[in-house]
């Protein structure tokens, strides 16, 4: 059975950082993809970026291209995601998603973690 387990959220201020985990275990993640979406109060899931296990290209929401990086660590079955010159309004909860091909939309994405809180006040 598949699982995913974020880690890293917390309260931050403007301008701060923060690096979100996601551990998978369950099976070899040696292809496919991971993305990582986040869902603010009242919204929907919003796409915030993907990787390929292999061989490791990226896509970005506009949004947080230059401010956010991800990366993944094949031995580990671990995607992170850092997060530079955050800003209130990338308050959400962030969860990660294992799925076949690296798309932006959810519904796309087989599996999910829980979800890490990330809040950043002004």
């Known amino acids: 059975q598949v699982r995913l387990v974020e880690s890293g959220g917390g309260l931050v201020q403007a301008g701060d950082s923060l690096r979100l985990s996601c551990a998978a275990s369950g099976r070899t993640f040696s292809s496919g993809a991971m993305g990582w979406f986040r869902q603010a109060p009242g919204q929907e899931r919003e796409f915030v970026v993907a990787i390929r296990w292999s061989p490791g290209n990226t896509l970005y929401a506009d949004s947080v291209k230059g401010r956010f990086t991800i990366s993944r660590d094949n031995a580990k079955n671990t995607v992170y995601l850092q997060m530079n010159s955050l800003k209130p309004e990338d308050t959400a909860v962030y969860y990660c998603?294992?799925?076949?091909?690296?798309?932006?939309?959810?519904?796309?994405?087989?599996?999910w973690g829980q979800g890490t809180q990330v809040t950043v006040s002004s």
């Open positions: 998603a294992a799925g076949g091909l690296m798309l932006t939309n959810p519904k796309n994405y087989d599996y």
